[in-house]
């Protein structure tokens, strides 16, 4: 059965410090996978895909097939960085459900 | 309004009630889903239609009852349900179902159950 793992409920960093939020997931196929962020009071949106193999926000994210992990990182934290990160994956190829499936996400918290 | 919306944000109901959240997208997208966002519990997917056209159902209990009228309304119809059921119900659109679409979600309704 397909599944994300975050094993982190809370990260707590410091402004200016590297972060890491880790993503696994299981499934035997060719995942897409995608970060999701829930900023406080807003809804949630689509942060990065690694299709896009994309920079944003300062967040980059790296499919590595042989640890199935998708971990999301930044080198320099901000303080508008705090907010609830969500990785989820769905299953590739055309007509394949777009069903996401969420890990339970990762509160980061960039203090001052 | 622009992108997704739900109504109400906020829902309180007694078991006995009859009640419905509503979806609305202004994306012209092919595809919505259903998902609940339970306490310390990830995200699950309900229900997704494309085109109109129920094509997955995650095993959800029949005291939830989907409905997409057309390609833009979604909504979920509520009887007996249970205090368990008390969550964030979301919406989400996207362009139709195949990979590499984005989904776009709403601000969800926030339902207790009494």
């Known amino acids: 059965a397909q599944r994300v793992t975050q094993p982190e409920k809370l990260l707590s960093v410091f402004k200016g410090a590297p972060v890491e939020l880790k993503c696994n997931y299981s499934?035997?196929?060719?995942?897409?996978l995608f970060w999701y962020v829930q900023y406080s009071r807003q809804r949630l949106q689509l942060l990065l895909r690694h299709i896009s193999r994309e920079s944003i926000k300062g967040f980059t994210a790296d499919l590595n097939k042989g640890e199935t992990s998708f971990h999301l990182k930044k080198p320099f934290a901000q303080e508008e960085d705090s907010a609830m990160y969500y990785c989820?994956?769905?299953?590739?190829?055309?007509?394949?459900?777009?069903?996401?499936?969420f890990g339970q996400g990762t509160e980061l918290s960039v203090k001052p | 309004e622009t992108g997704v919306t739900q109504t109400p944000r906020h829902l309180v109901m007694g078991m006995t009630n009859k009640k419905s959240l509503k979806c609305e997208q202004h994306l012209g997208h092919n595809a919505m889903y259903w998902y609940k966002q339970s306490a310390k519990k990830p995200l699950e997917l309900m229900f997704v239609y494309n085109f109109k056209e129920q094509t997955e159902n995650n095993s959800v209990p029949s005291r939830f009852s989907p409905e997409c009228p057309n390609s833009s309304h979604l909504f979920l119809h509520l009887h007996t349900l249970q205090p368990e059921d008390s969550a964030l119900y979301l919406c989400?659109?996207?362009?139709?179902?195949?990979?590499?679409?984005?989904?776009?979600f709403g601000p969800g309704t926030r339902l207790t159950v009494l």
């Open positions: 989400a659109s996207s362009q139709d179902r195949s990979s590499g679409n984005e989904q776009f």
């Open positions: 499934y035997s196929g060719s995942p897409e």
């Open positions: 989820a994956l769905r299953k590739g190829g055309r007509n394949q459900g777009g069903k996401l499936i």
